[in-house]
């Protein structure tokens, strides 16, 4: 494994170039198409005219919710919670969406000096005319994990035939999910430096995201319109759905110089057995939408190896485990171990965790190319970048730059065809 220095991964990005509001149109950003060396620019809304034929392009369904919370003490103090991953009941987010009472997450906690150990944090939400009581205590000072309960507000006149009504009423409104609708606030990156507004709830999701679960947009995707994607469809370019949920450790910076001591947060990923079926059908030029789905589709790849290898940890890719192993099967070997053990354990979706980093030296399994936006300096991103199209990643990110293309995660778009 080489040395990488994360100054080599650097450039300079005025604060005037970072894109803080969307364009009105999604699909009117601008789109750099890089293909075998060459550049080339258009606007997002032509990019069927610039993929190859019989691409299937695969696409993360997450959808972001309003993850940013914040309690006020009887002190006037300001704690905000940031809510990282489930840890009780379950861990599988999709189920920690739907409990009706209590649960514990993972959080960043802002202003954590302020809020003692045996402090709980209260706050009454008007949900439907009807008073709701939401609490927050620590649950684990070590981990940073942070219980949230909900009742209906004692005291509330109504309170009899709320309690008689509640079994009723909780499933359809009082899950982990519509609470935080009502709680939360849509957690925008915090380079955008500013609060979120009424227009982010719609302009920071997809137009297909479905899955709830993500506290970041796979931003290559904002791009997208519904007439874009039949677009596609009407000229014969395939598209498969799977879900990364995506972590805030997609803004953590690297902070060390030898990249390979930087720390990458697990993420949930959902795959099914249609997808690697889908997958196994189509392995001639898979294009992800967004470094999001780039991770996920690379990881099945791991998945499969890992099943082949009678891993005792099958379902977590480790950050550096693509680095550690040669004599690797081939993909379609790989993907054909996963559906195995689908059908061995009779079971249609997966849920896994991965941490992959990939940066230069990494070699791609499943991607022949990438749609995404441009990325911070010395970021996990720009060495994904770098991976796949090596130094040509300058040349793009200098032409982007001389062309005024806005950056992040509001920002223009790239095609990449290495």
């Known amino acids: 494994?080489?040395?990488?220095?994360?100054?080599?991964?650097?450039?300079?990005?005025?604060?005037?170039?970072?894109?803080?509001?969307?364009?009105?149109?999604?699909?009117?950003?601008?789109?750099?198409?890089?293909q075998q060396g060459e550049i080339s620019?258009?606007?997002?809304?032509?990019?069927?005219?610039?993929?190859?034929?019989?691409?299937?392009?695969v696409f993360n369904n997450?959808?972001?919710?309003?993850?940013?919370?914040?309690?006020?003490?009887?002190?006037?103090?300001?704690?905000?919670l940031f809510l990282l991953h489930p840890i009780l009941p379950t861990p599988v987010i999709s189920l920690a969406m739907e409990v009706t009472d209590s649960c514990v997450w993972e959080c960043m906690i802002g202003n954590r000096k302020r809020?003692?150990?045996?402090?709980?944090?209260?706050?009454?939400?008007?949900?439907?005319?009807?008073?709701?009581?939401?609490?927050?205590?620590?649950?684990d000072e070590d981990r940073n994990h942070v219980k949230i309960?909900?009742?209906?507000?004692?005291?509330?006149?109504q309170l009899a035939n709320k309690q008689a009504n509640f079994d009723r009423k909780i499933d359809c409104l009082l899950t982990f999910v519509n609470l935080i609708q009502f709680l939360g606030q849509i957690p925008l990156p915090p380079y955008l430096n500013r609060e979120a507004e009424s227009a982010d709830y719609e302009t920071y999701q997809t137009v297909y995201s479905e899955k709830k679960g993500a506290v970041a947009a796979p931003t290559a995707g904002l791009h997208f319109t519904q007439e874009v994607l039949q677009h596609l469809e009407d000229h014969g370019i395939k598209q498969e759905f799977l879900t990364?949920?995506?972590?805030?450790?997609?803004?953590?910076?690297?902070?060390?110089?030898?990249i390979i001591e930087h720390k990458m947060h697990n993420e949930q990923v959902i795959f099914t057995k249609k997808n690697i079926e889908n997958l196994?059908?189509?392995?001639?030029?898979?294009?992800?939408?967004?470094?999001?789905?780039?991770?996920?589709?690379?990881?099945?790849?791991?998945?499969?190896?890992?099943?082949?290898?009678?891993?005792n940890n099958p379902l977590l890719i480790e950050k550096l485990y693509p680095y550690q192993h040669e004599n690797l099967p081939s993909t379609e070997e790989s993907l054909q171990a996963i559906l195995k053990e689908m059908e061995k354990k009779n079971v249609q979706e997966i849920t896994a965790e991965t941490e992959i980093f990939i940066f230069p030296s990494y070699q791609f399994k499943l991607c022949k190319g990438i749609i995404t936006n441009y990325h911070q300096p010395e970021s996990t991103l720009i060495l994904l970048i770098?991976?796949?199209?090596?130094?040509?990643?300058?040349?793009?990110?200098?032409?982007?730059?001389?062309?005024?293309?806005?950056?992040?995660?509001?920002?223009?778009?790239s095609l990449l065809l290495p």
Do not use: C
């Open 386 to 413: 770098a991976a796949l199209i090596g130094e040509d990643w300058r040349k793009v990110y200098n032409e982007a730059m001389s062309k005024d293309y806005r950056f992040l995660s509001y920002g223009d778009s």
């Open 115 to 139: 809020w003692k150990k045996d402090d709980i944090l209260n706050q009454i939400l008007m949900i439907d005319n009807q008073e709701i009581e939401v609490k927050a205590e620590i649950f």
């Open 149 to 157: 309960s909900w009742q209906y507000a004692v005291g509330s006149s």
């Open 62 to 80: 997450t959808k972001v919710i309003p993850a940013r919370i914040h309690f006020q003490k009887s002190t006037g103090a300001i704690i905000q």
């Open 280 to 311: 196994l059908a189509n392995l001639g030029i898979i294009i992800p939408v967004g470094t999001t789905s780039m991770r996920t589709l690379e990881s099945i790849y791991w998945f499969g190896v890992k099943f082949l290898k009678g891993d």
């Open 1 to 34: 494994m080489q040395n990488i220095k994360l100054s080599d991964y650097t450039y300079d990005l005025p604060d005037e170039r970072i894109a803080k509001f969307p364009l009105s149109k999604r699909d009117e950003s601008k789109l750099l198409v890089y």
């Open 41 to 57: 620019h258009t606007i997002f809304k032509n990019i069927t005219d610039y993929l190859p034929e019989n691409s299937l392009l």
């Open 244 to 258: 990364l949920h995506v972590g805030a450790g997609t803004f953590q910076p690297i902070k060390v110089e030898n």
